[in-house]
């Protein structure tokens, strides 16, 4: 078994399109670093003028009296504004023109309050660039379907390129069992295709290191539970992420696996393996009710899996501070969907069911495959 591993193994690094796909991670990986740069300037900007300071207050390196000031001044003027809300309902003015949504300014004022106590600078969960942040966004964006399609073309032609080739008859006319080839196999692209992730991950670390400073890697994210919020280190976030992304991973080359022992062309396999994720991703986070109450049993709602934790996103908001983190958290799954059941247990218990199942069959149609037999 050793030696069949360290056979592919070779045989994987000798294709020049890997090399090629890692070097455009890197490449998307910089180009990420660049936007956020600019959009994190913007948004220094945006609060300097509004709250007109004398220099920046967020991304910094360094937690000083400004920003405490900023801090509790923002906290105030929230108080200020939740007290005068209640002035006038009591008077029975009109204040939905005004209002909003009565969980942020809570939020808010507790994430301020945290990084008060904490003597941390604030930082942007989206347009970070300090190194423990910027590589809280990047595997943001990587652990989502955008990753796992890059993870399948990266490494999903090592099973499926070989059956169209005909070189998998080679490796079938060794005295090694099918069983032990096709796990082999599976197992090795799983893993690569995590490790390469984690590893941009860890470069996405170094760069904002070098080019932007240090961040506190206990940096307060804000999660949400059933009924309530709360805080965890970034950390703490990256490695959750990371773990579930490893039973996701699991999942989708089961799958692709399984549809490459019946198709047997890997652009056509590639193709409908995608087709299939990004058709059941969107089919388990619809709004309609019966999937909803079922979308912590689906596989494919854990497919972008920040959005299990947080809820960060392409979407805009025009709101530039601090604030936004709350905004943006609201968005994650479990509140979207109204399903608190979606996390991370129950999350890998389904996943690394439905690989099985998927594993299964597809050992299944590998092993009885007519076409090994002419």
Not at 44 to 50: M, Y
Not at 75 to 83: D, F, H, P, R, T
Not at 118 to 135: C, D, V, W
Not at 221 to 240: A, G
């Amino acid at each position: 078994m050793k030696k069949l591993w360290l056979f592919e193994e070779k045989k994987l690094w000798q294709t020049g399109k890997v090399y090629l796909f890692l070097a455009g991670g890197f490449l998307l990986l910089v180009t990420l670093f660049g936007f956020n740069s600019y959009m994190s300037h913007q948004e220094n900007e945006a609060i300097q003028e509004e709250g007109q300071l004398s220099k920046p207050v967020m991304n910094q390196n360094d937690f000083n009296k400004e920003q405490a000031a900023y801090l509790e001044g923002v906290n105030l003027s929230i108080e200020l504004q939740e007290a005068d809300f209640r002035e006038r309902a009591d008077k029975g003015q009109n204040i939905d023109d005004i209002l909003t949504l009565p969980t942020y300014p809570y939020y808010r004022t507790a994430l301020n309050k945290e990084l008060l106590s904490k003597e941390l600078p604030p930082q942007s969960m989206r347009y970070g660039t300090k190194n423990s942040l910027f590589a809280a966004v990047f595997l943001t964006y990587a652990a989502s379907i955008l990753g796992i399609i890059y993870a399948l073309f990266l490494f999903g032609d090592s099973f499926s390129g070989e059956l169209e080739a005909g070189t998998m008859r080679l490796g079938l006319s060794q005295p090694i069992r099918r069983r032990d080839l096709f796990f082999s196999k599976y197992l090795l692209a799983v893993l690569h295709s995590f490790l390469t992730i984690a590893g941009l991950t860890g470069i996405a670390f170094v760069v904002g290191s070098l080019f932007s400073g240090g961040s506190s890697i206990f940096y307060p994210v804000i999660v949400f539970t059933e009924i309530s919020m709360t805080f965890i280190p970034v950390i703490q976030y990256m490695l959750q992420v990371l773990l579930l992304l490893l039973f996701v991973l699991l999942f989708c080359f089961a799958l692709h696996f399984l549809i490459s022992t019946i198709v047997r062309k890997t652009i056509v396999s590639l193709t409908l393996t995608v087709f299939l994720l990004l058709e059941g991703y969107l089919v388990s986070v619809s709004s309609a009710d019966f999937l909803r109450k079922i979308a912590h049993l689906n596989p494919f709602t854990y497919l972008n899996v920040g959005k299990v934790f947080i809820g960060y996103d392409f979407r805009s908001y025009g709101q530039y501070s601090i604030e936004n983190q709350e905004y943006y958290a609201n968005w994650c799954l479990p509140r979207v969907l109204h399903n608190p059941s979606i996390g991370m247990s129950s999350g890998m218990i389904c996943l690394i069911a439905a690989a099985a199942i998927l594993l299964l069959i597809g050992n299944y149609c590998f092993k009885r495959n007519v076409y090994w037999k002419k």
